[in-house]
């Protein structure tokens, strides 16, 4: 199974108050940190190796997770540094711990879904990227995924189109040599990147049928908090 860089940086505006004092990823979800229930998942998986990009009070999320034994895993860190170095620019960082193919998760996202069937879709495909991706119809988002026939045909999220009925359901794959164009330290979004990839046919696609489950905003975190009390109870 390919290691997992999972991309736990951000401010979490969305989220003040909670976010002030605690990262993202440390917010609590049916009784114990958000993160706890995506690296447990991720063991379930079969996924041994975890990178965690960090930025914003990165070390209290090394503190608690520490290197991973506990889940089953082995998790390093890749700190942003000075300044925050953006989603894309936080992988670029992140790359010599990176094997030359890896999973990119959000770090606000859990997904029901089979990673080696995922795994397996990328290989096949030969491209330099995959995006897993929901019809979505703009419902829990804007859509930005033109997806037709199997195919993807254009990822863009700044400027998505009309005729765009899909979404990013958060779990990608990339090659490295995608992101060796940029310069470490550079800060850019993986949406460009992703965008870029798109226009060139070098990212393909993998569609999903169940939800995403995310605790990026206030009502997310409410769906989320449901989504684990009722399947812990079972």
Known sequence: MLSVCILAGGLATRLRPITEKIPKSLVE?????????????LSEQGVTDVVLCVGYLGEMIEDLVSDGASFGLNVKYSPDGPRLLGTGGAIRQALPMLADS??????????????????????????????TVLENGDRWDKSNVLFRDGQLIEYNKRAPS???????????????SALETYEPGEVFDIA????????????????????????????GLQEAETYFSENLRQ
């Open 192 to 219: 460009d990147l992703y965008h870029s990839l798109s226009l060139r046919g070098q990212l393909g696609g993998y569609e999903v049928t169940e939800r995403f489950y995310e605790i990026g905003s206030h009502s």
């Open 162 to 176: 009309p005729d765009m009925k899909y979404i990013d359901y958060g779990l990608g794959i990339l090659q490295a």
């Open 102 to 131: 890896f999973f990119v998760l959000y770090g606000d996202s859990y997904l029901p879904i089979d990673f080696s069937k995922v795994e397996a879709s990328f290989r096949s495909a030969n491209k330099l990227g995959l995006m």
């Open 29 to 41: 979800v049916a009784g114990e940190p958000f993160i706890f229930h995506q690296l447990r998942y």
